[in-house]
């Protein structure tokens, strides 16, 4: 089973910026799409990105439109997810999850195949 880890996540001021990693731990990450999740507290999660194990990237909700960006580096076996202008409501873990294709396809929760264990953001002055 591969396993994803996540990094980078802070506690930031609002209008800052992050940069998450999701590293997995075999050469099989880059066969599949790898897609990020936000869980505000309270609430449940909700699929922020997608990229295919191509690199193409599916269009971001209008929340985070513009301000966040994902990109994979395969010979690092990791996905970034550049955060920018963040505000309060990008609080929450972030998740990692792998499909199981590599090319983008359904995003719920309940598609995903293998998850990391989620790393903390916190947006507050």
């Known amino acids: 089973q591969l396993q994803l880890v996540e990094s980078g996540g802070a506690l930031v001021q609002p209008g800052g910026s992050l940069k998450l990693s999701c590293a997995g731990t075999?050469?099989?990450?880059?066969?599949?799409?790898i897609n990020w999740f936000h869980q505000a507290p309270g609430k449940e999660r909700e699929h922020v990105a997608c990229i295919s194990s191509s690199g193409g990237v599916e269009p971001f909700l209008y929340k985070w439109r513009g301000r966040f960006a994902i990109s994979r580096d395969n010979a690092k076996n990791t996905v970034y997810l550049q955060m920018n202008r963040l505000n309060t409501e990008d609080t929450g873990v972030y998740y990692c999850?792998?499909?199981?294709?590599?090319?983008?396809?359904?995003?719920?929760?309940?598609?995903?195949?293998?998850w990391g264990k989620g790393t903390l953001v916190i947006v507050s002055s």
């Open positions: 075999d050469s099989a990450f880059e066969d599949y799409a």
């Open positions: 999850a792998r499909s199981f294709t590599g090319p983008c396809g359904y995003n719920d929760i309940n598609s995903m195949r293998d």
